[in-house]
Each structure stands twice: as structure tokens, then as C-alpha cells.
T-cell receptor
Framework: SQQGEEDPQALSIQEGENATMNCSYK?????LQWYRQNSGRGLVHLIL?????REKHSGRLRVTLDTSKKSSSLLITASRAADTASYFC????????FGTGTRLKVLA | EAGVAQSPRYKIIEKRQSVAFWCNPI?????LYWYQQILGQGPKLLIQ????????DSQLPKDRFSAERLKGVDSTLKIQPAKLEDSAVYLC??????????????FGEGSWLTVV
């Protein structure tokens, strides 16, 4: 499969807790991006990290990238019920290959 | 700025019938993508266009799926004949011109296909 693997497949946490999801991939990349998908909707871009970067922040999001291990993690701090969605990593070369996704449920 | 437009939003057909999905990308976006997303899975790239040329169609089942992007703007994805396993959401996306992969891509809301 060309897809990357994400874990966990599903995650359920309480509001206010942090959520961490991981992405592993197989090939070299230009950058790695994270997208969010609400139920029944298209994907929305969250954050991009380039292959020469190790960490990036955007609001409550923190992304790390370890190219030696071919892995990335997305941390959502102080989660809210509105963060409930599926999250996908995308491994980017000249095309965008999406991972299998993590379904996050934040309980109020 | 208008987003990526897709139609129809929902379609139910019987197996062996045909269906066509239409996509209008964001104005000025040179690259257009069609993804297939089966319930509970990540999107799988079917075909990628750069203007009206095909960049990648390695995962497009060419015996039944076809896609075209006339004049480098709108695109149509057709399935004929449909199989039960084609039940999925078909997502169209576009990205602006630039270095390949240096930008984010923008998704439409998807076309939901159920084959019965």
C-alpha cells in the first residue's frame, strides 16, 4: 500500500486533555501535512512541516517530524468537543498520499 | 474565494450502471486530483492532472474508471460499469501552480456513491 500508517486508529479523550496521533511512512518526502475531516465533509488543511524541519506549532497544534524514523506526530493540546473529527497525515512528494487516519472523539 | 465545487453530492445506482461526477476547481489552480475514500479509510489517489495533462493515474482502475479535464479547468470522473466495491466518497481537490507538493490542497465536499 502507498498509504502511511496512523495510530491509534481511534482515540477517545475528555475535553481539556491532550490528543496525540502518530503517522509513519515508507518513502522520502518533500513535506508532511496534516488534514482534518469532519463527518461527511471534505478534508481541511491544518499544518505543513517541511522535510528539513523538526517541529512546528500552530495555535493548539504541535507537529513533529523525524525523517530518520520516517514518522510524524500531531499533538492537539487542551482539546475541545469541536475537535472531534478524523485526522489524516499526507506524505507529499509530487503527489499527496494520505494515511489511514485517526478518529478522535472528544467528550464534553 | 469560491471553493472546489462537486456534483452530485449523493448518488445511488445499481451495479453495472454508469455514473459521472463533476468537479470545478478553485480558479487558477493548475493541479486537480480525484481521490476515492472508502468508509473508515484514508483517501486514495485515483488520478492527478496538471492543467489538462495526466501526472499520475497508476491507481485508477482503467477498465471501468475514466477521467478527463478538458481545457485544464473542470473535470469529470466516470465509472462504467459500477461494482458494489465502488461505493465510496469521491473527493475532488485542487492546488495552485508552484513547486510540486509545496502547497496545501483544497478539497471539495465530495460525491457520495452507493452501488446496490
Amino acid at each position: 500500500s502507498q498509504q502511511g500508517e496512523e495510530d491509534p486508529q481511534a482515540l477517545s479523550i475528555q475535553e481539556g486533555e491532550n490528543a496525540t496521533m502518530n503517522c509513519s511512512y515508507k518513502t522520502s518526502i518533500n513535506n508532511l501535512q496534516w488534514y482534518r475531516q469532519n463527518s461527511g465533509r471534505g478534508l481541511v488543511h491544518l499544518i505543513l512541516i517541511r522535510s528539513n524541519e523538526r517541529e512546528k506549532h500552530s495555535g493548539r497544534l504541535r507537529v513533529t517530524l523525524d525523517t530518520s524514523k520516517k514518522s510524524s506526530s500531531l499533538l492537539i493540546t487542551a482539546s475541545r468537543a469541536a475537535d472531534t473529527a478524523s485526522y489524516f497525515c499526507a506524505m507529499v512528494t509530487y503527489k499527496y498520499i494520505f494515511g489511514t487516519g485517526t478518529r478522535l472523539k472528544v467528550l464534553a | 474565494e469560491a471553493g472546489v465545487a462537486q456534483s452530485p453530492r449523493y448518488k445511488i445506482i445499481e451495479k453495472r450502471q454508469s455514473v459521472a461526477f463533476w468537479c470545478n476547481p478553485i480558479s487558477g489552480h493548475a493541479t486537480l486530483y480525484w481521490y476515492q475514500q472508502i468508509l473508515g479509510q484514508g483517501p486514495k489517489l485515483l488520478i492527478q492532472f496538471q492543467n489538462n495533462g495526466v501526472v499520475d493515474d497508476s491507481q485508477l482502475p482503467k477498465d471501468r474508471f475514466s477521467a478527463e479535464r478538458l481545457k485544464g479547468v473542470d473535470s469529470t470522473l466516470k465509472i462504467q460499469p459500477a461494482k458494489l466495491e465502488d461505493s465510496a466518497v469521491y473527493l475532488c481537490a485542487s492546488s495552485p501552480p508552484g513547486e510540486g507538493g509545496s502547497d496545501t490542497i483544497y478539497f471539495g465536499e465530495g460525491s457520495w456513491l452507493t452501488v446496490v
